[in-house]
């Protein structure tokens, strides 16, 4: 009798196995923006190629590029404490979701002669998702 509900347990954890990897994807933080949904713990992955340059809040160490707190509506080049390229002192817009979506696209042609040595982020989810994790991980209430 022991040995079969042992035998019916192992049976229940291996059809939980096989059902582990959706049941688990459910629980993943996903937010809705312009069109697909984006995935917060994804684009926290692709972070991970800015991370050796940026920081995300205020009060964190400047490395080779400005902190990027409350980066979602400032003003480009307007970190203080940073000393920017002309062409990033130059902009005057605020950064937006759509603005930021380019500039990773390819930083040295949405603005020519800017200092972030940074190829870009070819593929569009991986910005999509990195875009969603800069949204929940720099917004800074003072
Ligand atoms: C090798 C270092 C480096 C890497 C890697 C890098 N950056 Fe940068 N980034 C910079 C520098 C330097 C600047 C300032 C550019 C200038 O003044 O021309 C900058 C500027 C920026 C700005 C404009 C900030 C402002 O205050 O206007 C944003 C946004 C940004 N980076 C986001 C990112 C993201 C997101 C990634 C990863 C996909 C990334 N960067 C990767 C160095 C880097």
């Known amino acids: 009798m022991a040995t079969k509900s042992l035998l019916i347990g192992l049976g229940m954890a291996f059809a939980?196995?096989?059902?582990?990897?959706?049941?688990?994807?459910?629980?993943?933080?996903?937010v809705a923006t312009s069109s697909a949904l984006a995935?917060?713990?994804?684009?926290?992955?692709?972070?991970?190629?800015?991370?050796?340059?940026?920081?995300?809040?205020?009060?964190?160490?400047?490395?080779?590029?400005?902190?990027?707190?409350?980066?979602?509506?400032r003003i480009a080049g307007s970190a203080k404490n940073f000393k920017y390229s002309k062409a990033l002192q130059e902009a005057e817009f605020p950064w937006t979701e759509q603005r930021l979506d380019v500039w990773l696209t390819k930083p040295a042609s949405y603005l020519p002669g800017n200092k972030m040595q940074f190829a870009g982020v070819r593929n569009a989810q991986d910005r999509k998702d990195l875009i969603a994790y800069l949204r929940s991980a720099t917004l800074e209430i003072e």
């Open 16 to 30: 939980l196995a096989l059902v582990g990897p959706s049941a688990f994807s459910m629980g993943t933080k996903t």
């Open 39 to 73: 995935d917060i713990s994804r684009g926290q992955h692709v972070f991970n190629r800015c991370r050796a340059c940026h920081n995300l809040t205020d009060s964190a160490k400047t490395r080779l590029g400005p902190n990027l707190n409350n980066i979602f509506g």
